[in-house]
């Protein structure tokens, strides 16, 4: 550990004495074999604690800026009181000067700013923690917004993680009480999420993803990004000129149709995250622009959700059950997505369901942000921490509820979702659909049909070596030898067929993957004409 580091870490624990959390830090392994005498005290019991967090954060910089801004979207993993607060923390964001910007961009794209653009505004148009934004216009004549990432920022984030590393470590060793918020996977999870918005390509590569989902929608307007441009440093991205949406919401002017704006939006997002399974993971109302002809453009696309065809299948039917108000059907659901253990007992869990299912659906008393919420905060009381991809789907699902009703506060939120759920499931049913999008799967499923000869092989070579054996009582002899073959076959059909269930989805149908309900159809049938069989030749 160099003296730098050993400088920051002081300067971190001086700031977790001055704001009370100096007592994290006291514990030791000699504390663990002959405990303190000392009155022991809650900080989770401490009316203080989220503001203290928050002020705590706010004077360590830049770094925990960022972890703070990251935790305020996983109530799951630190309450929601505590995210609530760190909602409220903002960067100073000083600018850097042109002359930095100008040296940043031509190191990066290799040649002389005024060779690579007509025009470079001296001004940023915004500054944030990371990077800053200036206005240009290529030497083609396109107008264009220039993204730069500030010198040194990536070294200081990587430097001031590796010291919350070693701190939590720590932490977690010694401090039982801490240990349920998984402080190492916290940091984890910050560090993945900054190496993602550090580098420039991948928010590049995401609006490119989303203009293709759009190309087809003239009423939602992606930014071209321009590659020959960008770098890991620096974005170049088409210059959008409208309206902030939290403007619109505020303003009386007839120029927007806010009813219809607000059914965009829903309708927008949900294709994102039912029917794409790729979704803008930040949707504030300042990050979406209204064009003219009340078009929707989403701007700041570092951070997305990603969603694969399984998990988008099982979120569709959690919001049908959540729908129909089933509370079985909700925790079964749950626990087929591996987010409850089968071992749990769910008897506290099914009554403070049935009791919000009555709140939100019997008395109306808020939306479906709301209901997602308290879902999060019943996991989070159960010691439950789930999937980051359901978190970042309810955070981005609350944002567009929050801009939809301040648009057009009579929506029914579930009632606009309703259709884009049902037509994500019958795609799902769709078989011809299915095999047209599943070519790996279709791939899987040959190999395995091919390797099921041999598979049959084999078992009849241990039954043979007598390595396995089928045990049944029978009159006579020679039906054994007459039907053992149909025994096997049934027997590796059935074996296979529930394989593929647990394996891959892949095509299906009657909610089923098609090749294990092929299986268990032919199992079946020669099921029955074993049966025949038998009871001719008795």
């Known amino acids: 550990m160099d003296k730098e580091m050993k400088a920051r870490i002081r300067e971190i624990t001086a700031a977790m004495r001055k704001y009370g959390f100096g007592k994290l830090l006291s514990k030791t392994i000699k504390e663990k074999i002959i405990p303190s005498k000392e009155e022991e005290y809650d900080i989770f019991l401490d009316p203080d604690l989220p503001v203290n967090l928050r002020l705590m954060f706010q004077e360590l910089g ?42 940043i961009v031509e190191k990066e ?26 206005e240009a216009k290529l030497i083609s004549g396109e107008r264009v917004a220039v993204k730069v990432q500030k010198e040194g920022i990536a070294d200081t984030l990587e430097y001031d993680i590796a010291v919350m590393k070693h701190l939590v470590s720590q932490i977690h060793k010694y401090n039982d009480e801490f240990r349920k918020y998984n402080l190492p996977g916290m940091i984890d999870e910050f560090e993945y999420s900054m190496n993602i918005e550090l580098d420039f390509t991948n928010e590049l590569v995401n609006m490119k993803q989303l203009e293709e989902n759009f190309s087809e929608d ?22 959008i000129d409208g309206t902030k949406l939290s403007e619109v919401s505020e303003s009386d002017s007839e120029e927007f149709d806010k009813p219809l704006l607000a059914k965009r939006l829903i309708d927008s997002f949900m294709k994102q995250v039912l029917l794409d399974g790729f979704f803008h993971a930040d949707p504030h109302a300042g990050n979406v622009i209204i064009l003219d002809d009340n078009v929707l453009c989403y701007i700041d696309l570092g951070s997305v959700g990603i969603l694969d065809d399984g998990f988008r299948k099982d979120l569709c039917d959690l919001l049908m059950l959540i729908a129909d108000q089933d509370v079985n059907g909700v925790i079964n659901q749950f626990r087929y997505m591996g987010i409850l253990n089968y071992a749990m007992d769910t008897t506290r869990l099914k009554r403070d369901l049935r009791d919000l299912f009555f709140r939100y659906f019997s008395q109306s008393s808020g ?39 301040a648009l057009d506060p009579d929506m029914d939120i579930m009632a606009s979702i309703e259709p884009i759920a049902k037509k994500a499931m019958e795609e799902r049913m769709n078989i011809k659909e299915s095999l047209g999008n599943k070519k790996g799967s279709l791939v899987y499923y040959k190999n395995m049909l091919k390797s099921l000869p041999p598979i049959l092989a084999n078992a009849i070579h241990k039954i043979n070596n007598g390595e396995m054996s089928l045990r049944f009582e029978i009159d006579h002899l020679d039906r054994i030898v007459s039907k053992f073959s149909l025994v096997v076959i049934i027997a590796a059909l059935l074996m296979s067929s529930s394989i593929v269930m647990t394996i891959d989805r892949g095509p299906m149908l009657f909610d089923m993957p098609l090749i294990a309900v092929l299986g268990y159809l032919v199992t079946f049938i020669l099921g029955l004409i074993g049966i025949v069989n038998y009871l001719y030749s008795r």
């Open 62 to 103: 830049t770094s925990f800026i960022k972890l703070g801004q990251l935790l305020s979207t996983r109530p799951d993993m630190v309450g929601e009181r505590i995210a609530t607060e760190f909602e409220k923390l903002q960067d100073d964001n000083p600018p850097i000067s042109y002359d930095d910007v100008k040296r």
């Open 109 to 134: 794209l290799g040649g002389n700013i005024d060779d690579l653009f007509a025009e470079f505004s001296k001004e940023s148009l915004a500054t944030a923690s990371i990077a800053q934004v200036h």
């Open 218 to 239: 003239e009423t939602v307007h992606i930014p071209i990004a321009y590659s020959d441009y960008s770098t890991s440093k620096v974005l170049t991205m088409e210059f």
């Open 367 to 405: 939306g479906l942000n709301e209901i997602l919420n308290k879902l999060l905060d019943l996991m989070q009381d159960y010691g439950v921490v789930l999937p980051n991809e359901f978190v970042s789907m309810a955070r981005g699902v609350s944002m567009i509820e929050a801009d939809s009703t």
